[in-house]
């Protein structure tokens, strides 16, 4: 069964107004954002460039486009920047000669309902099914929600959809014949306001992707960001590793079963009753859309000492 509805997480302003209280009291475990968050330095760095928001952004994507090639190890024509995944996720379904797509559920709803609004016929399957032949996969590696590790098909064509890979494997990747792989910028680095995400695909597919976005690919600020930031991405990626393994013990010790996760948020489920995370204003990512999932929860990590406490007192409660 297809959902009806296309949750998504995040919402703080609205779980404000729903909890009548401030934002900055809201521990948003919701999204799968990096627990560090922004750099330290972002906000100087911000105020030093401030010039560049009177700037339109740079038609190819530059700096950022060469810097991020380099960095990933295939050509600048290999490379297109977007406003997030979320930009080549709504028109892909157009822009690509596809008919059908399979897709693993339960899953991140947003490309069944992309491919539906196109009039791609969408065929689901789940985990240990065999996959529906079909004109094009939808992979998403790590899984979302699950957090498990995936790898594309040989001889299938699709999206790898690798938003929450660790940088050291989408470096190994390169381009990959007949898919079209599409990686956030914005979770690692906890910039999600600046939207900030790519594609790498062969010259053909990233054209015909071109012409179905806007010609100002990201904001002008994200673009010259990049370079800085891609400098921090091995060391972020080893913090989701311990902290990662900290919520894992967390929960187990609680008796919480956990789905096994390589990506910045776990698929975990209470010994008994759910606890009562808005009492303690805490977001999470529930999903009333899946049958599948009920009864399952998926959590974000906390960053300081005091959010992990707040965290253990509610699934302690």
Known sequence: MLPHTFPHGGGIQAAAQAWHCDVSDILDLSTG???NGAPDWLGEWLQNHANLVTQYPDVSGEPARSCLAAYLGVDSDNVLMTAGTQAVIEVVFQAMPW???AIEVPCYNEPIRCATRAGCAVHVFEKGMQQPHTDMLWQTSPHNPTGEAKIFPENRQGVLDESYMPFEERQRLGVLDGV???GSLTKTFCI???RLGYVVADTTTINQ??????????PTLA???LPKLLAEAKQRDEVIVQVRQRLNTLLEKHGWQVQ???ASFVLAQ???HMPDFAKHHILVRLFPEWQQLQGWVRLGFPNTAQDWQRLEEAISS
């Open 33 to 35: 954002l990096h627990p």
């Open 99 to 101: 008919q059908s797509m």
């Open 180 to 182: 079209i792989r599409l």
């Open 192 to 194: 999600p306001g600046l």
């Open 209 to 218: 992707l071109h012409t179905w976005l806007s010609p100002w690919p990201a």
């Open 223 to 225: 673009l010259h960001l």
């Open 260 to 262: 096994p996760s390589q």
């Open 270 to 272: 209470p010994p008994q």
